[in-house]
Structures are given as structure tokens and as C-alpha cells.
């Protein structure tokens, strides 16, 4: 009797059974669509790695190597690339959001519209990288390198740059509103066709005569600014 009371309890139970997810692969390959949620992968060597729709929330990548590594569509929330290397990486539409990647190096990489929102990017370098329409809403970008990056409608609503380097970046509609701005280098970046600006801002920025600035906006008499010692 209690065999088969056990023997049906089991049949009951079984299609639960069969929906519980699976836990992530942390011994998988990589590959594309492998699932590595909150696994320690620091320091791997992946080099144009095929990875495209991976999810990596939580995972700890840092130091690692993803130069040219393909990453579209890859869920990177709140993980760890600190010191990762992700020159010419492939994350279109990538999710980084509260992504820590400080002292990342994004140099070239393609990144067009790609989820920032509260990432910290501290230190990370993102020289001639593209990031048109990339949400960097609340994004930590403190001393964040930009240097000729393309940045044609990104969304910086409500973030923190502080000492950020936009020289020789575009900005034709990247959006400002509300966000915290100081010491920010925008010698001779054209400035007309964004959105968002405060004169306040500005003047807390560092521009200089070839700085274009949006339609009736005055330049700031601290402009421009000291040399740092």
C-alpha cells in the first residue's frame, strides 16, 4: 500500500519536476546562447569568441579577454568586467545594465543600443566605440574615456559625469537632462544638436572656442579651463 501510494505521488509530481529551470552551465563551452548566470569566468581568454544571446547576469568576467568577441543581444546585468578587455566586441542591443565594468577597455566596440542604464563605468575606455541610441541613464562615468565615440542619441539622463572625455565625440541627439556634469573635457565637440544642457553644467565643464554649443546657450567665462595639475 505504501509503494503505491509513493508510485503515485511520483506521476503527480513529475510534471513539476519537469519545469524546474535548470541551473546554469558553468562548465559549459562558450558558445552562443550558453548560460554562465552568476559563474566566476575571471581572467578566461576569449578572443572572438561566438557568444551572441549568452546570458551572463551576475557573472564575474572580470580581467578577462573578449576582444572582437561576438555578444549581440547578451544579457550582462550587474556583472562583474572590471579590467575586461572588450575591444571591437559585438553587443548590439547587449543588456549591461548595473553592469561594474571600471577600467574596462570597450576601445572600437560596437554598442549601438546597448542597455547602460546605471552601469559604472569608471575609468573605462570607449575610444571610437559606437553607442548611438545606448541608454547611459545613471551611468557612473567618471573619467570614462569617450574620445572620438559616436554617440548620436544616446540617452545620459541623470548620470554622473565627472572629469568624462568627449573630445572628438558626436552627439547629434544625445540627451543630457538632469545629468551631473564636472570637470568634463568638450574642447571643440559640437554640442548643437543635443538635448538636455544646462548653462550651469557648462560652466562646471571644459570647452573652448571651437566648442559649438545648441542655439542660445552663451559660453561660459570659465572657459576654458586650467590645466590640471
Known amino acids: 500500500m505504501t509503494r503505491v501510494l509513493l508510485g503515485a505521488l511520483l506521476v503527480a509530481a513529475a510534471p513539476f519536476v519537469m519545469q524546474v529551470k535548470p541551473f546554469a552551465g558553468c562548465s559549459d563551452s562558450p558558445r552562443p546562447g550558453v548560460d554562465w548566470t552568476a559563474c ?11 557568444l551572441d544571446n ?32 572588450l575591444a571591437e566586441a559585438e553587443l548590439t542591443g547587449a543588456n549591461l545594465e548595473r553592469a561594474y565594468a571600471g577600467r574596462a577597455n570597450f576601445k572600437e566596440a ?15 575606455d570607449f575610444t571610437g566605440a559606437d553607442l548611438r541610441g545606448a541608454d547611459l541613464t545613471k551611468a557612473e562615468m567618471s573619467r570614462t574615456l569617450l574620445t572620438q565615440a559616436t554617440l548620436d542619441d544616446a540617452k545620459f539622463r541623470s548620470a554622473l559625469l565627472v572629469r568624462t572625455d568627449l573630445r572628438g565625440a558626436s552627439l547629434s541627439g544625445a540627451d543630457f537632462s538632469q545629468a551631473i556634469m564636472m570637470l568634463v573635457h568638450l574642447e571643440g565637440v559640437d554640442l548643437s544638436k543635443t538635448q538636455g544642457l544646462t548653462a550651469e553644467n557648462l560652466g562646471r565643464s571644459c570647452g573652448d572656442d571651437q566648442t559649438v554649443l545648441p542655439a542660445g546657450m552663451v559660453r561660459p567665462t570659465t572657459w576654458p ?3 590640471e595639475e
Open 40 to 50: 566566476s569566468k575571471t581572467r578566461l581568454r576569449l578572443v572572438g569568441s561566438e
Open 54 to 85: 549568452g546570458n551572463f547576469e551576475r557573472a564575474d568576467l572580470s580581467s578577462s579577454d573578449l576582444k572582437s568577441a561576438q555578444l549581440k543581444g547578451a544579457i550582462l546585468i550587474s556583472a562583474d568586467l572590471s579590467r575586461t578587455r
Open 110 to 124: 560596437h554598442l549601438p543600443g546597448a542597455n547602460l542604464h546605471k552601469a559604472d563605468l569608471a575609468r573605462a
Open 225 to 227: 579651463c586650467q590645466p
